[in-house]
C-alpha cells in the first residue's frame, strides 16, 4: 500500500474510535475500506449501516468518490424517491446495483456525491466519509 493511503486509514481509525475499519489491499498501492456500524439516520431502515469505498494508490490526488451503503437499506424518509426499484426506492444521488466492495463485488447501495471544489489538501477520506453520513442524516 502506498504511504498516503496507509496514512489515510489511520485518520479513519483514529477518527472513528471504535468503529471497524476493513482493509484489503488492492493491486496498484491502494485499498477499499469498509467501515462498520455507521449511523446513517431516521430516514433510513436500519439506520445503521456499513459504508465502503475506494483509496486509489494516487490519493489524495484523486478523490474518494464513491462511497457505498449495506443494500438491505430501505429509505422510509418522507421525501422525493425518483430512483425507483424492486429492492426499495431511493432518494436522488442513491442507486442500488452490484459494485466493487472491499475488493469483491457484491450487491450494495451507490451515494453519489462527488466533489465539485475538492481540495486534497482538505478533502480527505475521513472528511468525505463524514460528510457523506451527514448528507445521508439528512434526508
Known amino acids: ?3 498516503n493511503v496507509e496514512a489515510a486509514i489511520t485518520q479513519l ?3 472513528l474510535p471504535g468503529k471497524n475499519v476493513q482493509v484489503a489491499e488492492d493491486a496498484d498501492g491502494g485499498a477499499h475500506v469498509t467501515v462498520e456500524g455507521l449511523e446513517i439516520g431516521e430516514c433510513f431502515e436500519p439506520g445503521v449501516s456499513w459504508v465502503g469505498f475506494h483509496l486509489t494508490w494516487s490519493y489524495p490526488d484523486a478523490a474518494v468518490y464513491p462511497h457505498f451503503i449495506d443494500p438491505v437499506v430501505r429509505y422510509v424518509g418522507s421525501g422525493p424517491t425518483p430512483n425507483q426499484h424492486p429492492g426499495g426506492a431511493l432518494p436522488a444521488a442513491l442507486a442500488r446495483g452490484r459494485y466493487q466492495v472491499t475488493g469483491s463485488e457484491r450487491d450494495a447501495i451507490q451515494v453519489s456525491r462527488q466533489s465539485n471544489h475538492w481540495n486534497p489538501a482538505t ?4 472528511n468525505k466519509l463524514l460528510r457523506v453520513l451527514e448528507f445521508l442524516r439528512s434526508r
Open 13 to 15: 481509525r483514529e477518527g
Open 1 to 3: 500500500m502506498k504511504p
Open 123 to 126: 478533502d480527505t477520506a475521513l
